[in-house]
């Protein structure tokens, strides 16, 4: 499948907006506004003296990171970055609510030199604000360590261009990562402790959920302590229950956060599917027997995984979705946990899942420039250095030393945390941008993985075993739209996911999904969906031809 996804990108015209994720967890973020970098377009005045002079370019940046994540001060690898570029960046890190202050910021034209990030700039943004960023086409000569990314995986330029062959964001590439962000786990110990079966079914779901909550499934005394499902709270993306859609047979892409999916070369979108109907009222069912988290609509992120942890030994949540086991449940829980096949919605229902790789590894407008930047020199001297072939590694996963060993053969290893009660990858987060960053692994790195990453391909195992057809049911990731498309594509979005998440949560909580079916869906069509439908499989039909 790797073989074939990599064919499928390199014919690729780029990108649409899409969260990546498996950090799934934390990518927006916005407390903070810009930083005034001064309106000239001139280059900077000490261009190639930076990082000989001894005098260091003061830049400022954005970046938009992991809630975990500890000042960027504090990471060796950058501070190292920055001496070699001979810049120093004054840095404005984000955790939440970028997607909210991103329009007043981009409106005042004042922004600062850099954005990193996943998707941090849009190519919305950029049909919308034309001119205020550079287009670094031109500057590639500027940047050998991004033209020799270009050069090794030309599905990366491709990521990258727009239909113009103008580059506006640069694009990540981190290797290592499986097929799918999502894995769908029960606690084993639960169902040993009340001598059940692994469902197989919703309906043998069910059955086990109402087990675990009448039955004292953690066997602490406490019969309503557990649990029986919880996710994040929202409908598609990564961690949350339109992965279920894989037992009716539909094949997400990147967990369709706004709902499209491609079905035997149709494109669609399961929001007005009726088969998503069927498991709205599975989870309404699933709602009104006390099974799911009371708070699933209200908790944040933080808290789905904190409850996950439990207590100690304690065990409180029984089914649910994650990266995995170690780092949705801990070290010390995380044994009691397996990874399970997709549940059919009915016995005879055929199967698929959720194809991820894309988005897992390959990143789209991970970093993008200020037009109005007065230092481009020393800004192309940062992004050169940031993309150093051993630099890759360290963005991932954390700096040489405390972080990753230097085996002194050429060769590299991951190194377990620090601290023995934390899990890899909290320890990944914590310690440095990670999958949120801008940078290249090359393919010819020596690098041995730590357990979570072994972990993650083992527990991938039962999703690895659905044939997925990337040709015909896979909507390419990374298309690019012209900017009128774009513009409509993105105000229909926005109008139809408002309806789209108050209904659902509704629905859920309360139900009626039938009965207000027939006039949502004429709803959502209004709101702009069957346009949104007709431009991308325009699009997608123009991809097949290539």
């Not at 930083?35 to 003296?49: E, K, L």
């Not at 946990?337 to 590894?361: E, H, I, R």
Request: proline share 5%; hydrophobic share 35%.
């Amino acid at each position: 499948m790797r073989k074939k996804v990599v064919s499928i990108i390199t014919v690729m015209l780029a990108a649409t907006t899409i969260m990546s994720a498996c950090s799934s967890s934390s990518n927006s973020g916005g407390n903070n506004g810009g930083s005034n970098t001064g309106s000239s377009p001139t280059a900077d005045s000490s261009a190639g003296s930076g990082g000989n002079s001894g005098k260091k370019v003061k830049l400022t940046a954005i970046m938009t990171k992991h809630a975990l994540t500890k000042p960027l001060k504090d990471m060796e690898w950058l501070q190292q970055v920055e001496e070699k570029a001979g810049v120093e960046i004054d840095w404005q890190e984000i955790t939440a609510d970028w997607d909210q202050k991103k329009g007043t910021l981009l409106a005042s034209g004042d922004i600062p030199d850099l954005f990193i990030g996943p998707n941090v700039i849009t190519d919305a943004d950029m049909a919308q604000f034309q001119g205020l960023f550079q287009d670094l086409s031109g500057m590639l000569d500027k940047l050998p360590n991004v033209q020799a990314m270009f050069d090794a995986k030309p599905e990366t330029k491709k990521i990258a261009e727009q239909p113009d062959g103008k580059i506006y964001g640069l694009p990540k590439y981190q290797r290592y990562w499986p097929s799918t962000a999502t894995r769908q786990y029960i606690n084993q110990k639960w169902l040993d402790n009340l001598g059940l079966q692994m469902p197989t079914t919703w309906d043998e779901l069910y059955d086990v959920l109402v087990a675990f909550k009448e039955k004292d499934a953690n066997g602490n005394g406490d019969p309503n302590d557990e649990i029986p499902m919880d996710w994040p709270g929202g409908i598609g993306g990564y961690f949350n229950p339109a992965y279920m859609l894989g037992g009716e047979g539909i094949t997400l892409t990147d967990g369709s956060p706004q709902g499209y999916f491609v079905e035997d070369g149709v494109v669609k979108n399961y929001l007005v599917d009726d088969r998503y109907k069927q498991l709205v009222v599975f989870l309404n069912k699933l709602y009104k027997a006390g099974l799911i988290n009371p708070e699933v609509f209200t908790h944040d992120y933080t808290k789905y995984q904190s409850v996950a942890r439990g207590e100690g030994d304690t065990a409180k949540v029984g089914f649910t979705m994650g990266w995995v086991a170690s780092d949705r449940f801990g070290e010390q829980l995380a044994p009691q946990y397996t990874s399970m096949s997709p549940l059919k919605a009915t016995p005879g229902s055929n199967v698929s899942w959720s194809y991820d790789y894309n988005s897992l590894n390959y990143g789209v407008n991970q970093l993008v420039v200020s037009a109005k930047s007065k230092n481009k020199d020393a800004v192309m001297r940062f992004i050169n250095e940031l993309y150093a072939p051993d630099m890759g590694m360290q963005v991932l996963f954390g700096s040489l030393g405390p972080n990753i060993k230097d085996n002194g053969d050429g060769s590299y290893s991951v190194l377990p945390p620090a601290d023995s009660k934390m899990d890899p990858g909290t320890w990944k987060w914590t310690s440095t941008m990670a999958d949120n960053g801008a940078f290249y692994i090359p393919d010819s790195l020596q690098l041995t993985l730590g357990k979570d990453m072994q972990e993650v391909l083992e527990q991938s195992k039962p999703i690895d075993a659905i044939q997925i057809d990337v040709d015909n049911d896979v909507f390419p990731s990374f298309l690019k739209y012209s900017s009128a498309d774009n513009s409509t594509m993105g105000l229909n979005n926005t109008n139809v996911m408002n309806l789209a998440n108050t209904n659902f949560a509704k629905w859920v909580t309360k139900g009626g999904v039938e009965g207000e079916w027939d006039s949502y869906v004429k709803e959502s069509e209004k709101a702009g969906l069957k346009q949104n439908l007709e431009i991308m499989q325009k699009y997608y039909d123009e991809f097949k031809k290539q």
